[in-house]
Protein backbone atom coordinates (compact mmCIF):
# COMPACT_ATOMS: atom_id res chain seq x y z
CA UNK A 1 0.00 0.00 0.00
CA UNK A 2 1.13 3.48 -1.24
CA UNK A 3 1.71 5.92 2.29
CA UNK A 4 0.58 9.44 1.60
CA UNK A 5 3.57 11.70 1.75
CA UNK A 6 3.14 15.33 2.99
CA UNK A 7 5.31 18.18 2.77
CA UNK A 8 6.05 20.94 4.24
CA UNK A 9 5.94 23.67 1.41
CA UNK A 10 8.32 26.13 3.36
CA UNK A 11 11.73 23.94 3.83
CA UNK A 12 10.35 21.13 1.27
CA UNK A 13 10.63 18.15 3.77
CA UNK A 14 8.70 15.28 3.05
CA UNK A 15 7.23 12.94 5.70
CA UNK A 16 3.61 10.79 6.69
CA UNK A 17 1.03 12.79 7.94
CA UNK A 18 1.77 12.87 11.74
CA UNK A 19 5.53 13.96 11.25
CA UNK A 20 4.47 16.18 9.33
CA UNK A 21 2.24 17.95 12.06
CA UNK A 22 4.41 17.87 14.35
CA UNK A 23 7.17 19.62 12.50
CA UNK A 24 4.25 22.14 11.61
CA UNK A 25 3.83 22.83 15.33
CA UNK A 26 7.34 22.78 16.62
CA UNK A 27 8.09 26.32 18.09
CA UNK A 28 10.99 27.35 16.19
CA UNK A 29 10.14 27.85 12.05
CA UNK A 30 11.95 25.56 9.60
CA UNK A 31 14.44 27.58 7.11
CA UNK A 32 12.83 28.36 3.50
CA UNK A 33 14.05 26.24 0.90
CA UNK A 34 16.04 28.18 -1.25
CA UNK A 35 14.12 27.05 -4.00
CA UNK A 36 10.64 28.16 -2.21
CA UNK A 37 8.82 30.65 -4.69
CA UNK A 38 6.11 30.90 -1.91
CA UNK A 39 4.92 33.61 0.28
CA UNK A 40 4.15 32.90 4.03
CA UNK A 41 0.23 32.70 3.27
CA UNK A 42 0.71 31.36 0.60
CA UNK A 43 3.00 28.45 2.62
CA UNK A 44 0.21 28.31 5.15
CA UNK A 45 -2.13 27.43 2.59
CA UNK A 46 -0.54 24.91 1.07
CA UNK A 47 0.43 23.41 4.41
CA UNK A 48 -3.06 23.34 5.39
CA UNK A 49 -4.53 22.12 2.06
CA UNK A 50 -2.65 18.91 2.89
CA UNK A 51 -5.40 17.83 5.36
CA UNK A 52 -8.19 18.15 2.75
CA UNK A 53 -8.90 15.18 0.76
CA UNK A 54 -9.64 17.38 -2.21
CA UNK A 55 -6.61 19.45 -2.02
CA UNK A 56 -4.24 16.88 -1.40
CA UNK A 57 -5.17 15.02 -4.74
CA UNK A 58 -5.18 18.48 -6.33
CA UNK A 59 -1.44 19.29 -4.97
CA UNK A 60 -0.22 15.26 -6.46
CA UNK A 61 -1.75 16.67 -9.60
CA UNK A 62 0.59 19.47 -9.96
CA UNK A 63 -2.57 21.83 -9.15
CA UNK A 64 -1.12 24.23 -6.56
CA UNK A 65 -1.87 27.43 -8.03
CA UNK A 66 -5.43 26.25 -8.22
CA UNK A 67 -5.29 26.28 -4.17
CA UNK A 68 -3.46 29.42 -3.56
CA UNK A 69 -5.69 31.04 -6.02
CA UNK A 70 -8.83 30.09 -4.59
CA UNK A 71 -7.81 31.03 -0.85
CA UNK A 72 -6.98 34.58 -2.76
CA UNK A 73 -10.11 34.86 -4.24
CA UNK A 74 -12.04 33.24 -0.63
CA UNK A 75 -9.83 35.81 1.75
CA UNK A 76 -10.90 38.78 -0.59
CA UNK A 77 -14.61 38.42 -0.65
CA UNK A 78 -14.37 37.60 3.09
CA UNK A 79 -12.63 40.89 3.78
CA UNK A 80 -15.06 42.92 1.29
CA UNK A 81 -18.15 41.09 2.60
CA UNK A 82 -16.45 42.08 6.40
CA UNK A 83 -16.08 45.72 5.18
CA UNK A 84 -19.38 45.78 3.50
CA UNK A 85 -21.19 44.49 6.85
CA UNK A 86 -19.19 46.95 8.63
CA UNK A 87 -20.24 49.62 6.33
CA UNK A 88 -23.62 48.48 6.40
CA UNK A 89 -23.71 48.70 10.42
CA UNK A 90 -22.51 52.32 10.55
CA UNK A 91 -24.45 53.07 7.84
CA UNK A 92 -27.66 51.91 10.00
CA UNK A 93 -26.76 52.93 13.14
CA UNK A 94 -26.48 56.97 11.57
CA UNK A 95 -29.64 55.92 9.83
CA UNK A 96 -30.91 55.25 13.04
CA UNK A 97 -29.54 58.39 14.86
CA UNK A 98 -30.97 60.58 11.73
CA UNK A 99 -34.38 59.08 12.22
CA UNK A 100 -34.63 59.08 15.79
CA UNK A 101 -34.10 63.05 15.40
CA UNK A 102 -36.19 63.28 12.59
CA UNK A 103 -39.52 65.47 13.13
CA UNK A 104 -42.84 63.98 12.58
CA UNK A 105 -45.24 66.38 10.92
CA UNK A 106 -47.76 65.57 13.81
CA UNK A 107 -45.30 67.19 16.62
CA UNK A 108 -44.47 70.54 17.08
CA UNK A 109 -41.11 71.24 15.22
CA UNK A 110 -38.50 71.13 16.86
CA UNK A 111 -36.96 74.84 17.37
CA UNK A 112 -33.81 74.74 19.68
CA UNK A 113 -31.78 76.35 16.71
CA UNK A 114 -33.31 79.29 16.93
CA UNK A 115 -30.79 82.07 18.44
CA UNK A 116 -31.78 84.65 20.67
CA UNK A 117 -31.52 87.40 17.28
CA UNK A 118 -33.80 85.20 15.71
CA UNK A 119 -36.54 85.41 18.11
CA UNK A 120 -35.91 89.17 18.50
CA UNK A 121 -36.47 89.34 14.82
CA UNK A 122 -39.77 87.63 15.44
CA UNK A 123 -40.97 90.02 17.57
CA UNK A 124 -40.22 93.33 14.91
CA UNK A 125 -41.65 91.54 11.82
CA UNK A 126 -45.03 91.52 10.26
CA UNK A 127 -43.67 88.25 8.37
CA UNK A 128 -43.66 86.34 11.65
CA UNK A 129 -45.12 83.19 9.84
CA UNK A 130 -43.03 83.27 6.75
CA UNK A 131 -40.22 84.11 8.90
CA UNK A 132 -40.57 81.65 11.13
CA UNK A 133 -41.15 78.86 8.79
CA UNK A 134 -37.72 79.46 7.28
CA UNK A 135 -35.88 79.53 10.40
CA UNK A 136 -37.40 75.78 11.36
CA UNK A 137 -36.20 74.44 7.89
CA UNK A 138 -33.02 75.61 8.80
CA UNK A 139 -32.79 72.42 11.43
CA UNK A 140 -32.46 69.24 9.06
CA UNK A 141 -34.46 67.21 11.18
CA UNK A 142 -37.50 69.46 10.49
CA UNK A 143 -37.85 68.65 7.23
CA UNK A 144 -40.75 66.07 6.94
CA UNK A 145 -43.10 67.70 3.75
CA UNK A 146 -42.35 66.94 0.61
CA UNK A 147 -44.23 69.00 -2.27
CA UNK A 148 -43.11 68.10 -5.57
CA UNK A 149 -43.49 71.50 -7.42
CA UNK A 150 -46.35 74.29 -8.04
CA UNK A 151 -48.97 71.85 -10.17
CA UNK A 152 -48.92 69.21 -7.10
CA UNK A 153 -52.49 69.13 -5.28
CA UNK A 154 -51.15 66.91 -2.43
CA UNK A 155 -47.88 66.46 -0.94
CA UNK A 156 -46.61 64.12 1.47
CA UNK A 157 -45.76 63.99 5.32
CA UNK A 158 -43.56 62.32 7.43
CA UNK A 159 -45.57 60.96 10.74
CA UNK A 160 -44.13 59.07 13.78
CA UNK A 161 -46.80 57.15 15.00
CA UNK A 162 -45.41 54.71 18.66
CA UNK A 163 -42.77 53.04 16.93
CA UNK A 164 -44.19 53.17 13.47
CA UNK A 165 -42.29 55.84 11.05
CA UNK A 166 -43.92 56.23 7.38
CA UNK A 167 -45.16 58.82 4.85
CA UNK A 168 -48.13 60.13 4.34
CA UNK A 169 -50.52 61.27 1.31
CA UNK A 170 -51.59 64.75 2.35
CA UNK A 171 -53.70 67.39 0.34
CA UNK A 172 -52.18 71.00 -0.35
CA UNK A 173 -54.92 72.31 1.42
CA UNK A 174 -54.64 70.32 4.54
CA UNK A 175 -51.05 70.48 4.65
CA UNK A 176 -51.04 74.14 4.70
CA UNK A 177 -53.46 74.42 7.49
CA UNK A 178 -51.98 72.10 10.10
CA UNK A 179 -48.52 74.30 9.19
CA UNK A 180 -50.21 77.24 9.86
CA UNK A 181 -51.36 75.95 13.24
CA UNK A 182 -48.22 74.18 14.10
CA UNK A 183 -46.66 77.82 13.53
CA UNK A 184 -49.29 80.45 14.93
CA UNK A 185 -48.77 77.65 18.37
CA UNK A 186 -45.24 78.32 18.14
CA UNK A 187 -45.16 82.05 17.76
CA UNK A 188 -47.16 82.29 20.86
CA UNK A 189 -44.54 80.07 22.74
CA UNK A 190 -41.79 82.39 21.46
CA UNK A 191 -43.38 85.33 22.69
CA UNK A 192 -44.75 84.41 25.76
CA UNK A 193 -41.36 83.02 26.58
CA UNK A 194 -39.42 85.87 25.33
CA UNK A 195 -40.11 88.42 28.47
CA UNK A 196 -39.96 85.27 30.65
CA UNK A 197 -36.59 84.27 29.70
CA UNK A 198 -35.77 87.98 29.91
CA UNK A 199 -35.33 89.44 33.13
CA UNK A 200 -34.47 93.12 32.16
CA UNK A 201 -37.90 92.98 30.62
CA UNK A 202 -39.87 92.07 32.94
CA UNK A 203 -40.63 95.60 34.51
CA UNK A 204 -40.73 96.77 31.12
CA UNK A 205 -44.43 98.10 30.68
CA UNK A 206 -43.73 99.13 27.06
CA UNK A 207 -41.55 95.85 26.18
CA UNK A 208 -44.34 94.06 27.45
CA UNK A 209 -47.54 95.84 25.45
CA UNK A 210 -45.09 95.34 22.42
CA UNK A 211 -44.84 91.22 22.94
CA UNK A 212 -48.96 91.50 23.22
CA UNK A 213 -49.77 93.86 19.96
CA UNK A 214 -46.86 91.40 18.44
CA UNK A 215 -49.14 88.47 19.58
CA UNK A 216 -52.39 90.40 18.24
CA UNK A 217 -50.84 90.51 15.30
CA UNK A 218 -49.91 87.15 14.89
CA UNK A 219 -53.54 86.17 15.36
CA UNK A 220 -55.15 88.33 13.29
CA UNK A 221 -53.36 86.96 10.49
CA UNK A 222 -53.79 83.26 10.87
CA UNK A 223 -57.58 84.34 11.50
CA UNK A 224 -57.23 86.17 8.21
CA UNK A 225 -55.93 83.42 6.82
CA UNK A 226 -59.02 81.26 7.92
CA UNK A 227 -61.76 83.62 6.87
CA UNK A 228 -60.42 85.88 4.29
CA UNK A 229 -59.99 83.89 0.73
CA UNK A 230 -57.77 86.47 -0.73
CA UNK A 231 -55.07 85.86 2.35
CA UNK A 232 -55.66 82.12 2.70
CA UNK A 233 -54.89 81.60 -1.32
CA UNK A 234 -51.85 84.25 -0.75
CA UNK A 235 -50.61 82.41 2.66
CA UNK A 236 -51.29 79.09 0.72
CA UNK A 237 -48.81 80.35 -2.08
CA UNK A 238 -46.04 81.49 0.09
CA UNK A 239 -45.75 78.75 2.32
CA UNK A 240 -45.85 75.90 -0.34
CA UNK A 241 -43.50 78.03 -2.26
CA UNK A 242 -41.23 77.22 0.86
CA UNK A 243 -41.89 73.45 1.13
CA UNK A 244 -40.94 73.23 -2.65
CA UNK A 245 -37.77 75.04 -2.07
CA UNK A 246 -36.44 72.84 0.72
CA UNK A 247 -38.00 69.45 -0.95
CA UNK A 248 -34.15 68.15 -1.94
CA UNK A 249 -33.45 68.17 1.50
CA UNK A 250 -37.39 66.49 2.48
CA UNK A 251 -36.49 63.91 -0.39
CA UNK A 252 -33.07 62.75 1.70
CA UNK A 253 -34.89 62.33 4.76
CA UNK A 254 -37.39 60.27 2.73
CA UNK A 255 -35.11 57.70 1.55
CA UNK A 256 -33.55 57.25 4.84
CA UNK A 257 -36.48 56.66 6.68
CA UNK A 258 -37.34 53.94 3.49
CA UNK A 259 -33.95 52.90 4.03
CA UNK A 260 -34.44 52.14 7.66
CA UNK A 261 -38.10 50.88 7.23
CA UNK A 262 -36.17 48.07 4.69
CA UNK A 263 -33.54 47.35 7.43
CA UNK A 264 -36.15 46.95 10.12
CA UNK A 265 -38.66 44.37 8.09
CA UNK A 266 -35.71 42.74 7.20
CA UNK A 267 -35.95 43.27 2.94
Known amino acids: MNRKIYQCFRCGYETKKSNIQNHFNRKKKCTR ?3 CQYTDEQIKTLNEAQFNKDDYVKIQNGKIAEIINNNTIETQNNITNNITTQNNIQNQNIINIHINKLVGFNDDWVIDNLNENQKSNLLVTKLMYTQLIKMIL ?6 NVIIENEESTHGLIFKKINNEKKYEVISIETLIDESMKKLHK ?7 NFSIENDNYLADNSFQDHISKQKDAANEKINNYINDKNTHEQVLKIIKDIYITNKDRAINNQKLVLEHNKYENGY
Open 33 to 35: HKD
Open 138 to 143: ENEFNH
Open 186 to 192: QLTSIYD
